[in-house]
C-alpha cells in the first residue's frame, strides 16, 4: 500500500471511529467520553502517530476487551469491524480481520495514560459521591489485598515468581496487589502491584507506596494485618485517622489505660525499641516516641458468624463524637472491600490474566481497575435517580446491563439519546436487602449476599 493510500486509511478509519465515539453518545463512549481521553494524553505527552490504530482507538478497544467475557483481541478486532461498518462501510472492507497490528498498538499505548484515568476516574466517582453516614460524614477508605496470576512466561516468571509451595515448572507466576477503595462507592482509588514474595512484597510495604495518595481527614479501614506501629504513626503524620483490627500478637488488657466504657479504653503505645530493616534511621527517629490510640471489645452475638469477638484499635480517641457503636458499625462495612475484590477478580475474570510480558500484565490490570470504575459510575448513577445507595445495586447485573445494552444503543438515532441513561438505570438496579438488616462481619455467608 503507498503512503498515500494509508494516509487515506488512516483518516477515514479515524474520522468513523471519532463519530462513533463522540457523536453516537452510546456504548463506550458513555462510560469514557473522549474528551477526557484526549485531556489525558495531553497530560502524559502521548501524541498521535500516522498510524490506523490511535491511542483514542486503541484505548476504546482495550476497554471493550476489559468489559468482555470474551476478552479476546480477535474479538475487539471484530467489534471495531462492526462499528465501522455501521458508520462507514468502506472504511471496514480497508481495515484486516487480523489482531497483529491492534496487539502492537496494544503495546505502544503507556502504561501510565491508563492508570491516570482508572485513578481519576475513581478519584472523581468518590468526591461525587454522598457523604458517608458514619463517622460524621468524613471521608472512609478502606485497604486490602489479594493476588493474581498470570500466563507462566520467562519474563513473567523473572517479575513475578511462582510461590515456593509449588515445584518449578508446575506454578504459574504470582503478582500480589494492594487497593485502596472507597467504602461509600465502591471505587478503585489506587493500586500498587509486587511479586508473591521476597523482601518488602508483603502488603504493608506495598501500602506504603500508596500513603502519598491519602488525604487529611481521610479514615483507613483495615484489617488486623495492617495495625502496626509504623502504620497508625505515619498515618497520623499525615493528618489520617485509622481504623483496623487489632493486632493477634499484641497483648490486650482493659484493666489498663483510660476507661471510656464497658471494653472501651485509650492506651499508649511505645515506639519498638528495634527499627525494622525497611526503614532507615532518619525516618525512626522521626517517629513518635509514644502513640495514644483507643482500643475496644466487640462481641458478637448474632448466630451464624465466624468470629465471636474482635478488638478494635483507632486513633479516633472522641467516646463522645465516635461512639463504641458506631465504630462497630463502620468496621463492619470492611467485608466490602472482599466483595468488591471477588467482584473484579471473578466478575470482570482478573483472577487469571493473560498478558505474557509484565509490561502488558500491568497495563491489563489497570485497565480492568478502569472498566470496574467506569461500571461503578454508571450504578452511582442509576442509584442516585432511584434513591438508593450505589451498593444496593448488582455489580453483576450492572456489568451485564452494559455489555448487553451497548450494541443496540450504538445503533441507536443521535436523536433518541436522551432516552439511553434511563433504559440503563431501570435495568440495573436489583437492590439487595442484607441478612437481618445488619451488615454481617466477616466470616458470614450472609455477607456475600452483598455483591
Known amino acids: ?21 463522540e457523536d453516537k453518545g452510546a456504548g463506550i463512549a458513555a462510560l469514557l467520553p473522549a474528551q477526557r481521553v484526549r485531556q489525558a494524553m495531553s497530560d502524559e505527552g ?10 483514542l482507538l ?7 476487551q476489559a468489559l468482555s467475557r470474551d476478552g479476546s483481541c480477535r474479538e475487539a478486532v471484530a467489534k471495531l469491524l462492526a462499528s465501522l461498518a455501521s458508520q462507514d462501510s468502506a472504511a471496514a472492507d480497508e481495515v484486516s480481520p487480523q489482531t497483529g497490528p491492534y496487539c502492537k498498538a496494544r503495546k505502544r ?3 501510565g495514560l491508563i492508570s491516570r484515568l482508572a485513578r481519576e476516574s475513581g478519584q472523581e466517582l468518590h468526591a461525587g459521591s454522598a457523604g458517608e453516614l458514619l463517622l460524621g460524614g468524613r471521608p472512609v477508605k478502606i485497604v486490602d489485598g489479594t493476588t493474581v496470576s498470570m500466563p507462566d512466561t520467562p519474563a513473567n516468571q523473572k517479575q513475578w515468581p511462582q510461590a515456593r509451595t509449588q515445584k518449578p515448572g508446575l506454578g504459574f507466576p504470582i503478582a500480589r496487589l494492594v487497593v485502596i477503595m472507597s467504602l461509600g462507592c465502591a471505587a478503585v482509588l489506587d493500586m500498587a502491584m509486587g511479586p508473591y514474595k521476597g523482601k518488602q512484597t508483603g ?9 502519598c495518595g491519602l488525604k487529611a481527614g481521610d479514615i483507613l479501614l483495615a484489617d ?23 493486632h493477634h500478637l499484641r497483648k490486650i488488657d482493659f484493666r489498663s489505660g483510660l476507661r471510656l466504657g464497658h471494653d472501651d479504653h485509650q492506651i499508649v503505645l ?34 451464624g458468624f465466624r468470629v465471636r469477638t474482635l478488638v478494635l484499635v483507632t486513633t479516633l480517641l472522641d467516646a463522645q463524637l465516635y461512639s463504641k457503636q458506631e465504630l462497630s458499625d463502620t468496621f463492619r462495612l470492611r467485608w466490602h472491600i472482599e466483595l ?32 470496574y470504575n467506569l461500571v461503578r459510575t454508571t450504578m452511582a448513577q442509576a442509584a442516585q435517580e432511584s434513591g438508593l445507595q450505589p451498593r444496593e445495586i448488582s455489580f453483576t447485573g450492572a456489568l451485564q446491563t452494559i455489555n448487553a445494552f451497548a450494541p443496540m444503543l450504538q445503533q441507536t438515532r443521535a436523536s433518541d439519546q436522551a432516552a439511553r441513561p434511563d433504559v440503563l438505570i431501570k435495568d440495573e438496579i436489583r437492590p439487595v436487602e442484607p441478612a437481618n438488616g445488619n451488615v454481617p462481619f466477616a466470616g458470614s455467608d450472609a455477607a456475600y449476599l452483598m455483591t
Not at 502521548?46 to 491511542?55: G, S
Not at 486503541?58 to 471493550?64: C, E, G, S, V
Open 1 to 21: 500500500m503507498s503512503h498515500r493510500s494509508h494516509g487515506r486509511l488512516v483518516g477515514k478509519v479515524d474520522r468513523a471511529a471519532v463519530k462513533l465515539l
Open 46 to 55: 502521548v501524541h498521535c502517530r500516522n498510524c490506523l490504530f490511535t491511542p
Open 58 to 64: 486503541t484505548l476504546w478497544m482495550f476497554l471493550a
Open 109 to 111: 499505548l503507556p502504561e
Open 203 to 211: 502488603e504493608t510495604a506495598l501500602l506504603r507506596t500508596l500513603l
Open 224 to 246: 488486623r494485618y495492617y495495625a502496626s506501629y509504623w502504620l497508625i504513626a505515619t498515618l497520623l503524620g499525615q493528618g489520617v485517622d485509622s481504623l483496623f483490627r487489632q
Open 270 to 303: 511505645t515506639r519498638p525499641a528495634q527499627r525494622p530493616e525497611w526503614m532507615d534511621k532518619a525516618t525512626y527517629q522521626r517517629m513518635p516516641p509514644t502513640l495514644t490510640v483507643r482500643e475496644l471489645r466487640l462481641k458478637v452475638e448474632q448466630r
Open 340 to 371: 468488591d475484590l471477588r467482584a473484579i477478580k471473578q466478575t470482570m475474570d482478573m483472577s487469571v490474566l493473560r498478558c505474557k510480558t509484565p509490561e502488558m500484565v500491568r497495563k491489563e490490570i489497570w485497565m480492568k481497575l478502569l472498566a
